[in-house]
Nanobody, 115 residues
Framework: QVLLVESGGGLVQAGGSLRLSCVASRTIFRFNAMGWYRQAPGKQRERVARITSGGNTGYADSVKGRFTISRDNAKNTVYLQMNSLKPEDTAVYYC?????????WGQGTQVTVSS
């Protein structure tokens, strides 16, 4: 069992920045990848960013150039730096751990971007 705890969400004006953190209850180095997903009201959950155990990253087209995912294996933590936020970024953001055949999820943190 792995516990993922997100933090760092909140209310921010358009153009502002937030940094989300996800702390895992055990080492993240063994996971195939860590990722951030988001779900807006009435929409499906979508992947925002992903970082593999080797450090390779990938982003949704809608956030490329604005969001940066990173990991600190020593702290069992994954971050999502979000810059130039837009109202359409408003959603609940979830941390994900890909354990090769099984996914772990955090409880989510709300991000609200006002226009």
């Amino acid at each position: 069992q792995v516990l993922l705890v997100e933090s760092g969400g909140g209310l921010v004006q358009a153009g502002g920045s937030l940094r989300l953190s996800c702390v895992a209850s055990r080492t993240i180095f063994r996971f195939n990848a860590m990722g951030w997903y988001r779900q807006a009201p009435g929409k499906q959950r979508e992947r925002v960013a992903r970082i593999t155990s080797g450090g390779n990253t990938g982003y949704a087209d809608s956030v490329k150039g604005r969001f940066t995912i990173s990991r600190d294996n020593a702290k069992n933590t994954v971050y999502l730096q979000m810059n130039s936020l837009k109202p359409e970024d408003t959603a609940v953001y979830y941390c994900n751990a890909d354990a090769v055949g099984f996914d772990y999820w955090g409880q989510g943190t709300q991000v609200t971007v006002s226009s």
